[in-house]
């Protein structure tokens, strides 16, 4: 009876075993198991595999054994004969069989053809020497790791998702790493040439070197590989070159079988080739004029697919609007539908150089049609799902640029997740709305990642949604969530930084490097988000042994000056309070001439600032000022703005200057989690702004409000009231246990707004009741400030720090 069955079984044929086309299995076999008998031929000698995690592979943040996607039991278990090993050669449509190289032959009555693409390889003289490859598969992943042991150079040509992500794994492995594009800006199939610089600035201070706008033509070397020849007659030297510059529909069997060919195998909106019984799927496959490269449409398409195979009504497959992001840690970026700004569309940016932020949509008609989001990509997967809805956004245009503002409702991450609408993608790869993971929490039971993962998919491809799921876990499941919902800093370690800095305090860690290695960090040359916080930390925890680690550092603080849009720096002298004398200005304008600043301009702290300044010109102009740097730059205190007060104002009831003076005085040269930014008023009608700063002084009859938590920024936040006290002493005192309780509590980057806004002004207030603790603090920034000598000074005197500031050679190419 069972063999009967089996006869009545149709024979489906799956060439090529990949993401897309195994996928497409797995929806067949829940809407139909019984219906076909299936053989599915694999030309890599793995089970089906999850590729996109190869970079993480490269990058040692996992193992190929981790990225199995259907292990060899999936296939016995669901009665699947699969040859791996087996590449497909021949399609003969009328005996309606496929024959592989090594000779076997199998039978169909339905062929899915799913090949996927290969690197496409740039047909350069010697392109077939050992050590140039492309980066596809697990073969090319080992091959890299292989190679980073014995050579040093590397060469990745193309500077799009792929290569960049292979550059950073060579990084990782330890390899001399430059990225060779042929553009003036890397990421350009993705990226506006604005979110392009910021990336490769970001990318540069992990140590990757890029040479722009360079077309190669030739590969230099007897058998191996030594070196890239360019068209402009320039060379540079390579033991490794991988390229990276795009993929090729793998469409031979295709031709060889005389269906419709194009860039690929051409279906209809069911799949179906040009031949009867034949589909195609994935990368291989061209719908209506568009071959992709992402998952997240090859899952649509599978999806179509199997209720097609299964005899099932179903809509056709329309096409995707796609979404990309960048997996190399320390990076966030996002990019959805059009960011080209085609014609009749309109743009709206913001950007902010500091924080390195960059945030452009993309509209036509009123709906959002494209998104580029460069260091908070918190709102991808909102704007991706009002993208792929068509809906208007009329008059919410400005509000989906910015985000939702810090304290108002939808600030923190959990008012955000709760506030997203239920048919919200949350996993993009996938297509996961958050509305199906609250059905799989609440109604399935999943109470970990691991089992959403396995009931919706979500978080199965890329990874990027991760956060999201485990904060949406947390959410509808509550204390019944299992799994530990905690992120690392980065993607180099699991651990969260109440953990990093307990670990540090307990086996009394000492350097940036120590400290990843004891720890275990996945890559160990950590990256831009956990080497600067770790320095912090360390800095912090240790303040009278520990020696700032400047390479951990980010360009402005390395260079203790404002780095600009055009590449120039600012030069922002401190001048306490905003009081000046007309000697100072003297001074100030003489170098200005001098130096050839070509703009000065009043900060909105009252400071001056003598802009365009070139590097070289950084030190003399300093040395020439001799005035203390107002760190108008870094993760520090900046000013402390203040009003006239009393000494002019008639409704003043205190000496605001003095007062202001006196506290820039007394933490000048702090540094903290992230700037830190004071003011001082000398009556409650608060000229000076108090109440949106980081520490904001109002006076009051017979004392004065100490208020908290405020933010003027892109997150505006109106401060909480701290206290009141009667005395300057008292301010200067409360202000130092303040700010040196933010410094020891927070996290790296997290401002005082969104660190009162996390632990509640409350918990504040109990932290800082008592009058020892608070001496206690006080005691500690004390310690902390009495190191910390002025950047400038020390540069000024030292030759060695001067050369910093030399300007420097263009490197890595050499003339034939
Ligand atoms: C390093 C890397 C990182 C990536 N990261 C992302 C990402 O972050 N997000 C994203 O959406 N996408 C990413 N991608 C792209 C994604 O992996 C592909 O879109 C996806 O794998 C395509 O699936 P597919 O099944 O069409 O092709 P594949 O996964 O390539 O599968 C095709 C299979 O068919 C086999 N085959 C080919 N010809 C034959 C034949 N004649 N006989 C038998 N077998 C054959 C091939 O060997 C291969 O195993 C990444 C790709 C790479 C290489
Ligand atoms: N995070 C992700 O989503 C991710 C990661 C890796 C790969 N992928 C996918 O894998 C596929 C392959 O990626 P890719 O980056 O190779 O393809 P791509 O086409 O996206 O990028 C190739 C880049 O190489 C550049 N280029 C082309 N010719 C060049 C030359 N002669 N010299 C120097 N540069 C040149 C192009 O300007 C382009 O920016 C794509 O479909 C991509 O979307 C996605
Ligand atoms: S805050 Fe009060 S004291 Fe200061 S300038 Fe304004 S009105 Fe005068
Ligand atoms: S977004 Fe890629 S796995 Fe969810």
């Known amino acids: 009876m069972e063999r009967e069955m089996e006869r009545k079984k149709k024979k489906l044929v799956m060439v090529g075993n990949g993401m897309a086309g195994v996928r497409a299995i797995e929806h067949l076999l829940k809407l139909a198991p019984d219906a076909y008998e299936i053989t599915i031929f694999g030309a890599e000698p793995h089970p089906n595999y999850n590729r996109i995690m190869l970079s993480s592979v490269l990058a040692g943040g996992a193992d190929i054994k981790d990225i199995v996607l259907n292990d060899w039991d999936w296939y016995k278990d669901n009665g699947i004969c699969l040859h791996a090993g087996h590449r497909v050669e021949r399609i003969d449509t009328v005996r309606r069989t496929v024959t592989s190289d090594k000779g076997l032959t199998a039978e169909y009555d339905s062929l899915l053809i799913a090949t996927g693409s290969d690197a496409f390889m740039l047909p350069l003289p010697g392109a077939d020497k050992e050590g140039v490859i492309g980066f596809r598969d697990i073969k090319d992943c080992e091959t890299m790791m292989e190679t980073s042991k014995k050579y040093k150079k590397a060469i990745v040509i193309g500077g799009g998702l792929l290569g960049l992500e292979a550059a950073r794994g060579l990084l990782n492995l330890g390899m001399d790493v430059t990225v060779v594009h042929i553009n003036s800006y890397i990421m350009n199939r993705e990226l506006d040439q604005a979110a392009g610089l910021m990336l490769q ?60 060919v194009k860039r690929g195998i051409v279906v209809n909106d069911f799949l179906e080739t040009s031949e009867e019984n034949i589909y195609a799927l994935g990368e291989c496959a061209e719908h209506r004029g568009i071959t992709y490269g992402l998952v997240a ?268 849009k055009d590449g120039t720096y600012s030069v922002v002298p401190r001048i306490y309070g905003g009081v000046t004398s007309p000697s100072e200005l003297k001074k100030i304008a003489e170098v200005a001439e001098k130096f050839d600043v070509p703009l000065v301009k009043f900060t909105g702290g009252q400071r001056l600032d003598l802009l365009g300044v070139k590097k070289e010109d950084l030190p003399k102009m300093w040395e020439e000022l001799d005035m203390p ?18 000494t002019f104002c008639r409704f003043g009831t205190q000496d605001a200057i003095g007062m202001g003076i006196r506290l820039e005085k007394e933490f000048e040269r702090m540094n903290a989690p992230a700037k830190v930014k004071l003011a001082v008023s000398g009556c409650p009608r608060n000229c ?129």
Request: overall charge negative; aromatic content about 6%.
């Open 688 to 816: 000076a702004e108090s109440t949106i700063k980081d520490f904001g002084v109002v006076a009051i009859d017979g004392g004065w409000e100490l208020h908290v938590g405020g933010n003027g920024g892109v997150h505006v936040r109106a401060t909480d009231l701290l206290c009141v006290v009667k005395t300057e002493d008292e301010v200067v005192e409360w202000a130092a246990a303040f700010l040196q309780y933010y410094r020891e509590e927070a996290t790296w980057g997290e401002r005082t707004s969104q660190w009162v806004e996390r632990v509640g002004i409350e918990a504040v207030k109990k932290g800082l009741e008592s009058a020892e603790e608070r001496k206690a603090l006080y005691g500690r920034m004390r310690t902390t400030l009495d190191r910390i000598p002025d950047p400038w000074k020390e540069i000024v005197a030292e030759p060695e720090l001067r050369k910093n500031f030399e300007p420097i050679a263009a490197a890595q190419t050499v003339s034939p």
């Open 629 to 646: 740097s107002g760190h108008a730059y870094g993760k520090m205190l900046r000013t402390v703005k203040t009003c006239v007060g009393s």
């Open 201 to 260: 600035k970001e990318l540069e201070e992990q140590g990757m070197k890029f040479l722009l706008r360079k077309n190669s033509s030739a590969i230099i070397g007897k058998k191996r590989v030594t070196g890239l020849a360019f068209t402009d007659g320039t060379e540079a030297e390579a033991d490794l070159i991988v390229m990276a510059v795009g993929i090729r529909p793998n469409v031979a069997l295709g031709v060889k079988a005389n269906l419709e």
């Open 297 to 564: 449409p090859l899952y649509e398409q599978g999806a179509v697919l199997a209720k097609r195979l299964a005899g099932l009504e179903t809509a056709g497959y329309a096409g995707s609007v796609t979404s990309t992001k960048l997996k190399v840690s320390g990076v966030d970026v996002y990019s959805a539908g059009r960011y080209d700004e085609p014609e009749g569309s309109r743009s709206l940016k913001y950007q902010d150089e500091l924080d390195g932020v960059y945030k452009k949509l993309v509209l036509r008609d009123d709906k959002l049609i494209g998104a580029v989001l460069f260091g908070d990509t918190g709102d991808g997967a909102k704007l991706f799902s009002i993208i792929k809805s068509g809906e208007s956004v009329k008059g919410r245009e400005k509000e989906l640029l910015l985000g939702a503002p810090l304290g108002a409702a939808g600030g923190s991450q959990d008012d955000r997740l709760a506030a997203m609408a239920d048919d919200e993608i949350v996993c993009g790869c996938n297509g996961v709305t958050k509305a199906a993971i609250g059905d799989a929490v609440v109604n399935k039971g999943c109470t970990s990642l691991g089992e959403i993962k396995a009931c919706t998919k979500a978080s199965g491809s890329c990874g990027g949604c991760k956060p999201l799921v485990e904060g949406l876990l947390t959410l509808y499941a509550g204390d019944n969530a299992k799994t530990a919902v905690k992120e690392g800093i980065c993607g180099c370690t699991t651990l969260d930084r109440d953990e990093i800095v307990a670990e540090i305090k307990r086996m009394g860690l000492k350097t940036v490097k120590e400290t990843m290695n004891v720890l275990g960090w996945s890559n160990a040359e950590g990256c831009t988000k956990c080497r600067p916080s770790l320095n912090y930390y360390l800095g912090m925890l240790w303040p009278e042994e520990y020696a700032d680690e400047k390479e951990s550092r980010f360009t402005n603080e390395r260079y203790h000056a404002n780095i600009q």
